[in-house]
């Protein structure tokens, strides 16, 4: 292999691992929003299922990429009310609540799309294209892998440390941190728990089903069955590979893209491995880190825990 | 204003009522979506009732579909009883397809008395296996367990799509890969009852599994130790009772149950290995079971209303051009309505004055 043929590989294996890890990343922050405010979501997968489906209709209908954006955002932030409606207000239990948003997304997305495709062709849409950041754009190897990507990936990356900014140094992630960690806190100086919950969980929710609408818009032109395919997961993953923390977050699910980019990779370059093996490769992963992960302080320490007054 | 008050003892009849509106308002959130997407909603409900129980005929397919879900209902019951959020089901239905499939190469030519028990055994190990799995990455590394069942899932379904693409097991048909493996022969097929071919054996075999669950849940040690896990798992430590494993035997019997639903189906109904028949299979039992209380005998009714909502779905599509999925779409409200209610159930609604 020449030297020029594999730098290409190289750069391109990179640049394909910034473009996979936008929709994750964006997921992922949502979810970590959602579960410092002390909700254990387990609906990631639906939520981004609905946003992915919601930005397809938007995109086919209006012709508009940034309506579909909108779309999936908005849709992300009703499932937030779904999931905090069950959670914080009805106090079902956590796990059951997401397991139950999931098969409802999962039913409902499948029933509207048939009937949205009934007796014609699927219709289908063209995607976010590329957008190179003059100058920066040029410098090797750097240039083409962070610089030269969809717009809404800037966006993503520079969520990261919005999102520490909102968490660690802003009031409202302070009280959103509470609402995790001591939630009793709050209720005792009379705000209140529920409503926080609320706001925290459709923020994050709405970020979640952003990422399901980044996974339709930058990288497919269609909608199919089971279209997240798992990432949803990925993302739960991630978040306690990443300690609940933001940059642990992004480490974890940069090192999933990466795996993915590298599985693609693999297959174009002819690599004599089963694909089905190489697209088992982030569930084998995720299942690895977890053995590894035993004790991790981060964890809110009342997650998952439905706050009722005594 | 008004508050919700926990209820110190449960009410039957408020239960009742409680699950009654549930299902009440899941007809009624059906009936919203098929207006959504201009059905005809009455044209719908009595095709969906003319096709679960209209004939004789469909009657036996209401059955026939009602069979895997029960027993992956079931699965789902022993697992979520002892708070085991275990969603492997989905990939155990593929896992008993699997052994299934293999258990028919190995015992090929035995009688069918040997034949049948040996190869839905060699389906209820492979589930087995998979819970094993699932128990050990619970108890030796602390993986939560619905994370670690998902993935799992998700590299059964792919060890499926290579043995049958690419893989031993598939069917090729000159240079196109069809995604199957080759028909069984026509002995492997599960005998048919009462004359009719579509009736198979095999839907017996969920109504036993639903007796013997029922009574380890109500009669024996193990059943007590399932409950006490999920309702004080401290308690149960305390009283001497190794939870680990405990844990393990619930992920076994789980797996073994969800498997056998998988081989089942393929002994049953398909006759041939592919991935077509088997996926939602698991997840329609999670539905299944938590709608059925998580208690077997609910569960059966559960999975009796769902088999009959999807034979139901076979016939209303030969009428009208209402998409398959409404299936799915209906178990979902269902369940959404169905976990509101169960909260309902155990809350008073009072009215507080306000000063």
């Not at chain 1, 473009?19 to 997968?45: C, D, H, K, Y």
């Not at chain 2, 097929?189 to 198979?200: A, K, N, V």
């Amino acid at each position: 292999m020449s030297q020029l043929f594999q730098e290409a590989i190289i750069v391109s294996i990179l640049a394909a691992t910034v473009r996979i890890v936008t929709p994750l990343l964006f997921s992922a922050l949502g979810e970590l929003i959602t579960q410092r405010a002390g909700i254990w979501n387990m609906g990631v997968e639906g939520t981004m299922l609905t946003g992915a489906f919601a930005a397809y209709l938007a995109a086919t209908a209006t012709g508009s990429l940034w309506l579909a954006v909108l779309a999936a955002v908005l849709a992300g932030a009703l499932m937030g009310a779904v999931i905090a409606f069950m959670t914080s207000l009805m106090r079902v239990d956590h796990f059951i609540a997401g397991l139950g948003l999931n098969l409802l997304a999962g039913g409902l997305t499948l029933y509207w799309f048939q009937s949205y495709i009934q007796g014609r062709a699927q219709p289908t849409f063209s995607g976010f294209q590329n957008v190179a950041i003059p100058l920066l754009s040029d410098i090797p190897l750097l240039g083409p892998v962070l610089f030269s990507q969809r717009a809404l990936t800037y966006v993503a990356l520079l969520a990261v440390p919005a999102v520490w900014f909102l968490l660690y140094r802003t009031r409202y992630g302070l009280e959103l941190r509470c609402l995790g960690e001591n939630p009793k806190a709050l209720d005792v100086k009379g705000l209140s728990v529920t409503a926080r919950q609320f706001a925290a969980v459709m923020l994050g929710s709405a970020m979640t089903g952003l990422g399901g609408g980044f996974l339709m818009l930058g990288f497919s032109d269609r909608f199919l069955a089971d279209f997240t395919a798992g990432r949803g997961w990925i993302v739960v993953v991630a978040l306690i590979a990443g300690n609940w923390r933001p940059r642990g977050v992004l480490i974890a699910v940069t090192a999933f893209a990466f795996l993915e980019s590298l599985a693609t990779h693999l297959q174009v370059i002819g690599a004599q491995v089963p694909h089905q093996l190489l697209l088992a490769l982030p569930y084998l992963a995720s299942i690895a880190l977890l053995m590894g992960l035993r004790f991790r302080t981060g964890q809110p320490a009342r997650l998952g825990v439905p706050y009722a007054r005594e | 204003m008004i508050r919700f008050e926990p209820r110190v003892e449960s009410d039957a009849l408020w239960t009742a009522a409680s699950f009654a509106m549930a299902i009440a308002a899941g007809l009624a959130a059906s009936a919203i979506l098929l207006a959504s997407t201009g059905a005809d909603v009455l044209q719908v409900f009595s095709a969906l009732l003319q096709g679960a129980v209209g004939s004789p005929k469909a009657v036996a397919t209401t059955l026939v579909k009602a069979t895997p879900i029960i027993l992956t209902g079931l699965a789902t019951v022993i697992a979520f009883r002892a708070q085991l959020w275990s969603i492997g089901q989905e990939g155990q239905v593929f896992a008993g397809a699997m052994g299934g499939y293999l258990g028919a190469q190995v015992l090929a030519g035995l009688p069918p008395l040997l034949f049948f028990p040996g190869v839905l055994a060699f389906g209820m190990a492979a589930g087995i296996a998979l819970g094993w799995l699932a128990a050990v990455l619970k108890n030796r590394f602390g993986v939560n367990e619905i994370i670690s069942t998902v993935m799992l899932n998700y590299l059964v379904v792919y060890l499926l799509s290579w043995l049958l693409q690419g893989g031993p097991w598939g069917e090729s048909g000159g240079t196109i890969s069809y995604h199957q493996s080759p028909m069984l022969p026509n002995e492997a097929f599960l005998p048919g009852m009462f004359g009719s071919s579509r009736l198979h054996a095999g839907v017996l075999l969920p109504f036993l599994a639903a007796a013997i669950c029922a009574l380890v849940m109500s009669r024996t040690p193990l059943g007590y130790e399932i409950r006490g896990l999920g309702y004080n798992p401290e308690a149960l430590r305390h009283k001497g009772v190794n939870i680990n494993r405990t844990v393990t035997i619930i992920m076994l019997a789980s797996g073994a149950l969800a498997a056998l639903a998988g081989a089942i189906e393929l002994f049953g109904v398909a006759h041939r290995l592919r991935a077509d028949n088997l996926i939602g299979l698991g997840y329609a039992g999670i539905i299944v079971g938590m709608i059925g209380g998580l208690r077997p005998l609910g569960t059966v009714f559960a999975g009796l209303f769902f088999g009959g909502l999807a034979s139901g779905a076979v016939y209303m599509r030969v009428l009208g051009d209402v998409p398959a999925a409404l299936v799915p779409a209906m178990q979902g409200i269902t369940l959404f309505f169905f976990l509101c209610a169960g909260v309902v159930a155990r809350y008073r609604i009072v009215r507080v004055a306000v000063q």
